[in-house]
């Protein structure tokens, strides 16, 4: 859930009535108190913001372990509607939560605001290893952690084994055989497409990043961008391509005719973050028992290398009164007992013991025909390129991308020149934050 | 009978008047007052603190800053905001006159009496706008569907290939559809409860002047509701200037064509939600605010010109 929130809060529609002059006068988002009571003897009080449903259930063990222990776990929004009460509750000075939930690429925007407390002197250091290396990557900035991982989204190919017999194509391993693949199955069958895409900021620099690509290089306030390098370039290449040769659906992701497309075998394939299996088995359940799993196809034939594409964790955010409390929390949730309760309700853990696990691994998707599908994707998790960085104004570029790069997708632009139109907004919008851009 | 007055009463006036005076002075506050509070509250303070925030810059390095004009000067030479505001212009010049035209000439043809099943024809075409708009554009969006909405199943009917509604070239004209749909109605009965009050007799008095039904509209139905026109006009372009609801629902299909900053208010509500620009997006706000008078005032003074 969290990963596909993640795509999609881009472009979450808040229903908001129509703005008029008194927009910018827009509410704080505080409207639970954290208490300050005894937190040093075991009792206490927590104010949570999460939207991951599994916690739920987490809270409550939690809460049976401290009975003294009073937690408020509050729903304050999905993606961006919660980053922008918490923004709001931080500036405010009130109301801020004791453990916020944040996806992985928000981290830094968070962490360079100084709105996040560095776990580093809890002891979160020596977590090192216990996390795989995707995610703990993901949540360090400079010498400080902020955050501890929830769930990952290595990446891999979900493919409807139906489509790819009935048409007589062969799974893709590289992306040059995906490619073929696109222009096999379209051409068998006009109705067909290997996939759909009109422009997503989260698949496209994921696929970049597993190309080998490091558009951002970000040391302190100091943010490099550059779309022109190696790895972007084979992502252009190969994407240009699709797109030209009209190999790519053009139906937008988690709309109604997307799910229609995976569950009718129209879109024959996903390349997407392991949190995918829940989303299909509750989304394309009419396609259960055709869909299969597969490593993400690789830029060189015989490498293994793949990238992360979604997934969240915990942090404390600046300010709390109850941070110690809230840390032991959080090692509970991420690190602790709380990863089997999560599990449990169909997460993609982010710990090494448990996605090597004989139990986790031995796992038979009734979805996907019996295959122990997350042998695949703890593989995918060891094998995540290493190196890769976000934007500290991520949320923001994220939400421009379809301005820019996805112009590619309906006129003459390429994506190349798409990605450097985004690279040049995301540049100015950098220098205006106070960054130092270029 | 003020003759009769005896002098000495003269004084009394001038000092009973001012007493009063002095009461009421206060009477008069202490009934408006609970108004004023909750104007003061809820409609002047948002608007005195969106003028405020226009005169700072927060940066998420470096804090907070008085800025002066700068956001307003930075707001002149945004092309986003020019482009976006030049769309909703194309929008108010092109889908305006039309929705109104339709809503006059549906208001006219049942105020002529000579329609069958008028109540039900009424309320058919008052029925969209009931719904909201959230759902009327959800509602559009699955019909623009070049695959499995109405567009798709002509297609596949008849071996055709029509546009795609929610492609960049057509896309401010889908919506302008959707809007038109939605508002036909509500102008409608405007212009038709201006024409049920006008009073029969100079319907009379001009078919025994021999006046055909053309010239009842020209010369005693059209002038009658020129006031509940120029209001329709006056809702209408706020309308659009605001227009917010139907691309913001509707960029989720068509993500590519429906840029952040396609209307004035989705380019403030994204300055401000994804971008935290609060300052340049209040900045954004206020211009469009006093755009939208300017623009509503003018057509008032003109609308209104001869009737004074």
Redesign the interface.
């Known amino acids: 859930m969290t990963a596909r929130t993640r795509r999609t809060l881009v472009r979450t529609v808040a229903l908001a009535g129509a703005l008029s002059l008194g927009l910018a006068a827009c509410s704080g988002g505080g409207d639970s108190g954290s208490g300050s009571d005894d937190a040093s003897g075991g009792g206490g009080s927590l104010t949570i913001w999460a939207w991951e449903p599994a916690l739920t259930d987490v809270v409550a063990d939690f809460q049976e372990d401290h009975p003294d222990v009073d937690i408020e776990l509050v729903n304050a929004g999905t993606g961006n509607d919660q980053y922008t009460a918490l923004q709001n509750a931080i500036a405010a000075g009130s109301g801020v939560p004791d453990v916020a939930q944040i996806e992985y690429y928000a981290v830094p925007q968070f962490a360079i605001g100084e709105s996040l407390t560095d776990l580093t002197e809890f002891g979160a250091d020596e977590l090192d290893g216990t996390f795989s290396p995707g995610p703990w990557n993901a949540v360090q900035q400079g010498e400080g952690i902020y955050n501890l991982p929830m769930d990952s989204g290595p990446m891999a190919l979900f493919y409807n084994a139906a489509v790819f017999d009935r048409l007589g194509v062969e799974v893709p391993t590289t992306w040059d055989e995906y490619l073929e693949a696109a222009r096999a199955l379209h051409a068998a069958d006009p109705s067909v497409y290997i996939a759909s895409d009109t422009g997503d900021a989260g698949s496209a620099t994921s696929m970049i990043w597993q190309a080998g690509g490091q558009p951002y290089q970000v040391d302190g306030t100091d943010v490099t961008i550059d779309f022109t390098d190696e790895g972007t370039q084979k992502y252009t290449d190969l994407w240009q391509q699709m797109i030209d040769e009209g190999l790519l659906s053009d139906i937008s992701g988690w709309t109604d005719e997307w799910y229609q497309g995976l569950g009718n075998g129209t879109l024959a394939t996903l390349v997407v973050g392991a949190w995918m299996p829940a989303n299909l088995e509750s989304g394309v359940a009419q396609a259960s028992g055709d869909w299969r799993v597969a490593p993400m196809p690789q830029w060189e034939a015989g490498q293994s290398v793949t990238a992360e594409n979604g997934g969240s964790g915990l942090s404390i955010p600046a300010g709390t009164q109850n941070a110690e409390l809230a840390y032991e929390f959080l090692e509970y949730a991420t690190a602790g007992d709380g990863v089997q309760t999560r599990i449990d309700a169909g997460a993609f853990p982010a710990t090494v013991a448990d996605l090597e696990s004989e139990e986790f691994l031995g796992k038979e998707f009734e979805y996907f025909g019996g295959q122990k599908a997350n042998e695949i994707l703890a593989q995918s998790a060891a094998d995540v390129a290493e190196g890769w960085q976000y934007l500290p104004f991520q949320v923001y570029a994220n939400s421009i991308f379809n301005d820019t790069a996805g112009q590619a997708y309906v006129s003459d632009t390429t994506l190349q020149d798409g990605l450097l139109d985004w690279q040049e907004k995301s540049i100015a919008y950098g220098n205006e934050q106070g960054f130092s851009v270029d | 009978m003020t003759q009769t007055v005896p002098p000495p009463v003269v004084a009394d006036p001038l000092r009973t008047a001012r007493r009063p005076a002095r009461r009421g002075r206060w009477t008069g506050w202490g009934f408006v007052g609970p108004f004023m509070a909750v104007f003061a509250l809820v409609f002047l ?3 005195v ?2 003028i405020y ?2 005169l700072f810059r927060q ?4 804090g907070n800053a008085f800025v002066g004009f700068e956001n307003y000067t930075r707001a002149f030479g945004d092309p986003a905001f020019w482009s976006s505001l030049g769309r909703v212009t194309l929008f108010l010049a092109v889908q305006v006159p039309i929705m109104l035209g339709i809503a006059l000439l549906v208001a006219l043809a049942l105020d002529s009496g000579r329609l069958y099943g008028k109540s039900f024809f009424r309320i058919s075409i008052f029925m969209p706008y009931a719904v909201p708009a ?1 759902v009327a554009t959800l509602m559009w969006g ?1 019909m623009y ?1 070049t ?2 909405g109405l567009v798709g199943n002509i297609n596949d009917a008849f071996g055709i290939s029509l546009p795609n509604p929610l ?2 070239d057509l896309v401010l004209l889908s919506i302008g559809n959707i809007v038109t749909w939605s508002f036909v109605g509500y102008n409608m009965l405007i212009f038709y409860s201006a024409l049920r009050v006008v009073p029969a007799s100079l319907y009379e008095a001009a078919a025994i002047d021999g006046a055909g039904q053309w010239r009842v509209i020209r010369s005693i139905k059209l002038p009658a509701i020129r006031g509940a026109l120029v209001i329709a006009t006056i809702f209408s372009i706020i309308g659009s200037f ?4 139907e691309p ?2 509707l ?7 429906i ?3 396609f209307t004035p ?1 989705m380019y ?3 300055l ?8 340049y ?2 900045t954004v ?2 211009i469009m ?1 006093l755009v939208t008078m300017v623009v509503a005032y003018a057509v008032q003074l003109r609308g209104m010109r001869k009737e004074a």
């Open positions: 303070a948002p608007i603190y969106s925030l226009s940066q998420l390095v470096g959230v699955f569907g695959r499995f492609s960049p605001q227009l917010f609801n913001s629902i960029q989720k299909l068509a993500p590519n064509a840029t952040t900053s208010n403030a509500y994204s401000s939600f994804s971008g935290q620009q609060y300052n997006s209040a706000a206020i605010g």
